[in-house]
């Protein structure tokens, strides 16, 4: 399976951005997708995911400003990215894992401007 992230671009703090990923083939309702980013300088965290049945976990760091969504008959996953700030900025990438799998997307950047 491949994933194709979009969405990623310049925003100024506070403002909103939509992120979303899709999957090559079907993905199973056993498989969790997700959400991580890398700062320039430091480790790639975790944003957050979700599993087939709609169970969503967030890092603290984002939790009431972001929302990840799934629709498993498109197989994509959303980011729904609101109150965006500078600390934001990074290259977030896509992931599906879970009953086999372990693949990542190639990457969008976002870029929150102060």
């Known amino acids: 399976v491949q994933l194709q992230a979009s969405g990623g671009g310049l925003v100024q703090a506070g403002g909103s951005l939509r992120l979303s990923c899709t999957a090559s083939k079907t993905i199973s309702i056993f498989v969790t997708m997700g959400w991580f980013r890398q700062a320039p300088g430091k480790e790639r965290e975790s944003v957050g995911s979700i599993t087939g049945f709609g169970s969503t976990i967030y890092a603290d760091s984002v939790k009431g400003r972001f929302t990840i969504s799934r629709d498993n008959t498109k197989n994509t996953v959303s980011l729904q990215m609101h109150s965006l700030i500078p600390e934001d900025t990074a290259v977030y990438y896509c992931?599906?894992?879970?009953?086999?799998?372990?693949?990542w997307g190639q990457g969008t950047l976002v870029t929150v401007s102060s």
């Open positions: 992931r599906v894992w879970g009953n086999g799998y372990n693949v």
